[in-house]
T-cell receptor, first 113, second 118 residues
Framework: NAGVMQNPRHLVRRRGQEARLRCSPM?????VYWYRQLPEEGLKFMVYLQKENIIDESGMPKERFSAEFPKEGPSILRIQQVVRGDSAAYFC???????????FGSGTRLTVV | AQTVTQSQPEMSVQEAETVTLSCTYD???????LFWYKQPPSRQMILVIR??????QNATENRFSVNFQKAAKSFSLKISDSQLGDAAMYFC???????????????FGKGTKLSVKP
């Protein structure tokens, strides 16, 4: 049973481009969480999704960021018109049910140049 | 709002010795979970140990144990017989317990970088 798969592992974007980060949860997990880790910081919650629903997006910046978890396929975190301050590691975690144990992916390191 | 504080940005320990990492937190809730995560250079977040607030007994996982002081809101991690593979960032995290609504997210401290000297 593969763990939480995130791709790409590294992503470089120029300022103003779009970044799309993908997360495939563990088999049987229907709850997905996205976190962001800035340099020298702990992870900060961004958004919590179930299949086809956003449950809590209280940690998401109001502009340029969006997330989805469609019925089929991976969860996507999308950042439009990236800026240097978006450079960070983005982690996805999944659980089999609400408040279940988390399993984290290895993260995507986004670098904006 | 809940907060998690790790006051030691860096720690160092000799191989085979014992080290304790500190964590304090602030919450008005009575039922919650506390965690220690390890993040090696590979960046993978690995759960080391978990503690339920309603349990008085301190959690233990092999060489890893915690000292949970609920009244003091303190949750320290003790690593015994330290090994070179223990070198990593260690993050303390808090999560409210199972209530209605979207309360499942983790709140992390800023981390402690642990070095292990051979």
């Amino acid at each position: 049973n593969a763990g939480v798969m995130q791709n790409p592992r590294h992503l470089v974007r120029r300022r103003g481009q779009e970044a799309r980060l993908r997360c495939s949860p563990m088999k049987g997990h229907s709850h997905v969480y996205w976190y962001r880790q800035l340099p020298e910081e702990g992870l900060k919650f961004m958004v919590y999704l179930q299949k086809e629903n956003i449950i809590d997006e209280s940690g998401m910046p109001k502009e340029r960021f969006s997330a989805e978890f469609p019925k089929e396929g991976p969860s996507i975190l999308r950042i439009q018109q990236v800026v240097r301050g978006d450079s960070a590691a983005y982690f996805c975690a999944s659980s089999p049910r609400e408040y279940g144990g988390y399993t984290f992916g290895s993260g995507t390191r986004l670098t904006v140049v | 709002a809940q907060t998690v504080t790790q006051s030691q940005p860096e720690m160092s320990v000799q191989e085979a010795e014992t080290v304790t990492l500190s964590c304090t937190y602030d919450t008005s809730e009575s039922d919650y979970y506390l965690f220690w995560y390890k993040q090696p250079p590979s960046r993978q977040m690995i759960l080391v140990i978990r503690q339920e607030a309603y349990k008085q007994q301190n959690a233990t996982e092999n060489r890893f144990s915690v000292n949970f002081q609920k009244a003091a809101k303190s949750f320290s991690l003790k690593i015994s017989d330290s090994q070179l593979g223990d070198a990593a960032m260690y993050f303390c995290a808090y999560r409210i317990a199972n209530y209605g609504g979207s309360q499942g997210n983790l709140i992390f401290g800023k981390g402690t970088k642990l070095s292990v000297k051979p």
